[in-house]
């Protein structure tokens, strides 16, 4: 099984709800991802988490959380979120955050949309 | 630091013609090299990779890539387009010691009329 998936495929949410994103890989990869892209340019790092342990925060508002729950799972709790936040929220996996890991695979990520 | 400037955000050729998509990097250290393709409401797939091995790197869909360092490029090609072929593609640049980072450059929308 060489695939990312990610729930919902679609959101909308108002800028008072709370909602979680969800994304989940059965590679046995221990480093996974969440990007951020907006229609038109390329994706945004927002964090990496590697064995678990948040590694990387790539100064994201708080409004954002994230949750590695197991190795296999990964979260993106989402709340008190701006119209500016509406975006192709990708999820990605890798090996490690060695050099066994320079690949990273990709989910179809989640179209979120903030009223 | 590590960049990736990719020439032409649009080119457009027609079906049954030579693809070339074009990606220049600078990095401080010998990089690892990446081409993505994203087709509309898709995450990214990745095309091939770069990682000090051959220079000329063979991929998915009949795509290949060539690393010339002189140059510092590694553009994309693909001798005769289909149309499914249309799509937005990322070169990208990682390195080693900061592997978990993925550079992306700005993306290039293939267009392939029939």
């Known amino acids: 099984d060489t695939e990312v998936t990610q729930t919902p495929k679609h959101l909308v949410m108002g800028m008072t709800n709370k909602k979680s994103l969800k994304c989940e890989q059965h590679?046995?990869?221990?480093?996974m991802y969440w990007y951020k892209q907006k229609a038109k340019k390329p994706p945004e790092l927002m964090f990496v988490y590697s064995y678990e342990k948040l590694s990387i925060n790539e100064s994201v508002p708080s409004r954002f959380s994230p949750e590695c729950p197991n190795s296999s799972l990964l979260n993106l709790h989402l709340h008190a979120l701006q119209p500016e936040d509406s975006a192709l929220y990708l999820c990605?996996?890798?090996?490690?955050?060695?050099?066994?890991?320079?690949?990273?695979?990709f989910g179809p990520g989640t179209r979120l949309t903030v009223l | 630091a590590q960049s990736v400037t990719q020439l032409g955000s649009h080119v457009s050729v027609s079906e049954g013609a030579l693809v070339l998509l074009r990606c220049n990097y600078s990095s401080s250290v010998p990089p690892y090299l990446f081409w993505y393709v994203q087709y509309p409401n898709q995450g990214l797939q990745l095309l091939l990779k770069y990682t000090s091995a051959a220079t000329l790197v063979k991929g998915i869909n009949g795509f290949e890539a060539e690393f010339k360092k002189s140059e510092t490029s590694f553009h994309l090609t693909k001798p005769s387009a289909h149309m499914s072929d249309a799509a937005e593609y990322f070169c990208a640049v990682s390195r080693s010691g900061s592997n978990y980072k993925l550079t992306f450059g700005k993306g290039t929308l293939l267009t392939v009329n029939p």
């Open positions: 990605a996996s890798s090996q490690d955050l060695g050099d066994r890991g320079l690949e990273q695979f």
């Open positions: 590679m046995g990869h221990r480093a």
